[in-house]
């Protein structure tokens, strides 16, 4: 059985620092997603992962992949309000008939003036 | 995001209540999938459907019943839930593996 693991759960943190969210994973996967989701609100997808190595950076976050340690990580560069949200991982195992994913607990980041 | 819709927002429903959700998706996605989303629990995958076919039912208590009239269409059927089906149930749609798009959720309440 998959089993992916988020953490730190809950992550307070103070403006314009830098922090990073793990991600580990349980066996191979075919990609790995990243949604933030604000509450009463739907997820909303912020990076998708493909290959060993792969970086992608958008704004203040970037993400990372190494599937040789099934870890990724989301790291916040000088962090602002607007980035309080609950981050999700979730690894995708692709069968022909779409893809299964497995979610993450999701990290609660508060960011404080 | 307006790609993947869900009715209703909102659902208070008694334990031996009917009531059906609804999802629709506007992006020619041949896939769609069922959610749910419990306080404190990771988001769990409960069906698929590729083409009209269910392909996948996460092990699911038979009070919830979905149906696939067509690739655009997804409906959550529910009968004599229990309080602890109280959650907010997530639509999604994919062109086959591709990336899944959320709809906005119906947050369901069984009192």
């Known amino acids: 059985e998959l089993k992916v693991e988020q953490n730190p759960l809950f992550l307070s943190m103070q403006e314009g620092k830098n922090y990073t969210i793990y991600c580990n994973y349980s066996t191979t996967s075919d990609r790995l997603y990243w949604y933030r989701q604000d509450p009463g609100k739907s997820l909303e997808s912020l990076f998708v992962l493909l290959s060993n190595g792969a970086v992608k950076q958008e704004g203040r976050l970037m993400a990372s992949l190494d599937t040789k340690a099934r870890l990724s990580t989301l790291h916040i560069t000088a962090a602002v309000h607007d980035l309080s949200a609950t981050y999700f991982c979730a690894v995708d195992i692709v069968k022909t008939s779409g893809s299964r994913l497995t979610f993450g607990e999701g990290t609660q980041l508060t960011v404080n003036p | 995001e307006t790609g993947v819709t869900q009715t209703p927002r909102h659902l208070v429903m008694g334990m031996t209540n009917k009531k059906s959700l609804k999802c629709e998706q506007h992006l020619g996605h041949n896939a769609m999938y069922w959610y749910k989303q419990s306080a404190k629990k990771p988001l769990e995958l409960m069906f698929v459907?590729?083409?009209?076919?269910?392909?996948e039912n996460n092990s699911v208590p038979s009070r919830f019943s979905p149906e696939c009239p067509n690739s655009s269409h997804l409906f959550l059927h529910l009968h004599t839930l229990q309080p602890e089906d109280s959650a907010l149930y997530l639509c999604?749609?994919?062109?086959?593996?591709?990336?899944?798009?959320f709809g906005p959720g119906t947050r369901l309440t069984v009192t």
């Open positions: 999604a749609s994919s062109q086959d593996y591709r990336r899944q798009y």
């Open positions: 459907y590729n083409f009209k076919e269910q392909t």
